[in-house]
């Protein structure tokens, strides 16, 4: 559930815009007539984007849990230009208001867009008010880490619950795979600014994949902040990345999960191409993305014609499955 902590930092960070709250890893989308509020860029409180084009295509439906102030909700409206095709959610009144303040503003300065394009709710990440089997894409960014493990769980769950086969779950969030001293994640301050809800990458895909959906795209792995000795109750310094994430909710292979982690195959053997009877085909020289699983698969027949290589925390499509 919400901390009173979490909610009144974010009351306050809707009424006096703190910049330094949330630190984008990404640069702000540039687009032929997006005008973005200044308003919108002071409260960007995320730590990556949630906005891809190729997952927008044919106008779909979606859902954005943790508004802010409305910058990726204009985003996503300049990609999705119908009515009611975005639902802004939020559980804080005040950034309720903001944001509708600052697309108002949007829409003086911007005149491809209309406010119909988007509706804002309140409404709480761990009971959607939205139905079933609904949403073509659904986001959430530098949110999810504030939940403890119980709600986490949930919060992901209903992603799940509200998105179409075939949906796309996009998450941006802190993740850190140095182990942390027990009294920083209990405390809720550092929790609602981001910092110390991060869990590790694998754990975090791990849940993703016990709730059901079958392919993950790792897109971006970033530094993002650190938890130092001389500024926080550790004894060892603590790094934070910056991860996106692209879960879809496709049917769940009867061998598990497709993990895209950016590993890539190149065939470099005598004969034009390699079949490996699974449906993967790489052609001579040629890269060709694969997900964990059929890194795995490969690696394990011993060949001296294969070069797969490390994750690389970067995925842009394409690929193996």
């Known amino acids: 559930m919400y901390h009173s902590t979490t909610r009144n930092l974010y009351k306050e960070a809707a009424l006096n815009p703190d ?25 960007n ?4 984007s949630t906005v ?32 009611g095709s975005i639902i802004g959610l939020d559980v804080v009144d005040e950034m309720l208001t903001v944001c509708a303040e600052n697309l108002d503003e949007a829409e003086r300065k ?7 394009f988007v509706e804002l709710r309140k409404g709480d990440a761990l009971n959607l008010p939205i139905e079933d089997d609904t949403i073509d894409v659904a986001a959430q960014n530098c949110l999810f880490n504030i939940f403890y493990d119980d709600d986490l769980k949930r919060a992901l769950s209903e992603m799940y619950r509200v998105l179409k ?6 998450l941006s969030d802190p993740v850190c795979d140095v182990e ?33 959906f079958g392919t993950i ?16 109750p550790t004894d060892h310094l603590i790094p934070i990345e910056s991860v996106e994430i692209c879960a879809i909710k496709d049917s769940m292979p009867a061998d598990g999960p497709c993990v895209f982690t950016g590993r890539t195959a190149i065939y470099y053997g005598d004969a034009e191409f390699f079949d490996d009877g699974k449906g993967h085909t790489l052609a001579q020289n040629q890269p060709l993305a694969v997900c964990d699983k059929t890194a795995g ?7 001296d014609d294969f070069l797969i290589s490390g994750p690389t925390y970067f995925y842009d499509g394409g690929g193996c499955c």
């Open 19 to 43: 910049q330094g709250l949330c630190c984008t890893t990404t640069p702000i989308w540039q687009l032929p007539e997006l005008v973005t509020p200044n308003r919108m860029l002071q409260m």
């Open 110 to 116: 911007n005149a491809w867009y209309e406010s119909s």
């Open 52 to 83: 891809n084009p190729r997952d927008l295509v044919g106008s779909p439906t979606v859902l954005y849990v943790g508004i802010g102030g409305g910058m990726e909700v204009l985003q996503f409206a300049y990609f999705s230009r119908r009515e």
């Open 217 to 232: 795209e790792v897109r971006a792995k970033r530094p993002y902040r650190v938890l130092d000795q001389r500024h926080y």
């Open 165 to 170: 086969p075939r949906g796309r779950l996009i």
């Open 297 to 303: 698969a490969l690696a394990a027949l011993g060949r």
């Open 180 to 212: 942390m001293p027990e009294e920083l994640p209990r405390d809720e301050r550092l929790r609602a600014m981001c910092l110390a809800g991060a869990i590790p990458l694998v754990a975090y895909i791990k849940r993703l994949t016990a709730i059901g």
């Open 45 to 48: 409180y995320g730590c990556g």
